[in-house]
């Protein structure tokens, strides 16, 4: 986009709305008031200690197992089914929860919209500027299978979200190293079981240094302060039955 034609908060948040309505008309939604409350709860938590806190966040959870995760700008953060179900404790779902903030917070989308002249986003942010969106156009902007919403971040950006993330998680009370535990679970899963990780390896490319700047980070807090952070609660525990008490998920693993 041209100089001047920076993309606002307001903007920003309309954006992701559209985008949210049309990924919640076609993705299974979980629509359990006992789930959705205590990941919200869980989001705000963290989402209110980060420089975004004046943002209305909104979590919903996938009914699928695939191990995935994602964000829309605007503060719209989609969690999956099967990270709940692979977390053994709070702090490594709540890991999870804290990278996808991460990328609102540093308007990582934003950026990507900014750069992506004439790509589909650029057409919905054209629509939602000059206010004549009809459906059909609406439509045509977004694609929710494409890479409109499931923009690829850079390994630069993946590395800030955890950055961020672990920051997050700190000033919200929570043990960051529920996050370089939760990449070790995933790198053992991918190698004995490859199916159903495959999603989350593609959009969020995970290595083994990644795992070691988390770790790398960590070292870096005052272990008093680690020593004083949550680590698991019954709430989380609870949530997680709760979570593997819903039927099954609709559509198989992709
Ligand atoms: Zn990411």
Sequence with gaps: ??????????????VGAEQAQQVNA????????????YLNILGDSIAHVTSRADLDWHFYMVNTNDFNAFA???????????????????????SVVAHEIGHVVLRHSVKQMEQMQGANVGVTIACVLTGVCNSGLAQAGINV?????????????????????VDE?????????????????????????????????????LEEDRVQATRDQIARVNPAIIRTLTSDTRAFQDFKSRVRSLPAPPVASR
């Design 1 to 14: 986009m041209s100089a001047g034609c920076g993309i606002s908060q307001q903007q920003e948040v309309q």
């Design 26 to 37: 076609q993705l299974p939604i979980v629509q359990d008031p006992v789930v959705n409350r």
């Design 72 to 94: 829309l700008p605007g503060g719209y953060i989609y969690v999956n089914r099967g990270v709940a179900e692979r977390s053994d404790r709070m702090d490594q779902f709540a």
């Design 145 to 165: 299978a494409g890479q409109a919403v499931f923009a690829k971040f850079s390994r630069e950006d993946e590395a800030q979200a955890d950055a961020a993330g």
């Design 169 to 205: 998680l700190v000033r919200a009370g929570i043990n960051p190293n529920g996050m370089p535990e939760m990449f070790q679970k995933l790198i053992a899963e991918r190698q004995s079981k490859p199916a159903g990780l495959e999603a989350w390896f593609t959009d969020h490319p």
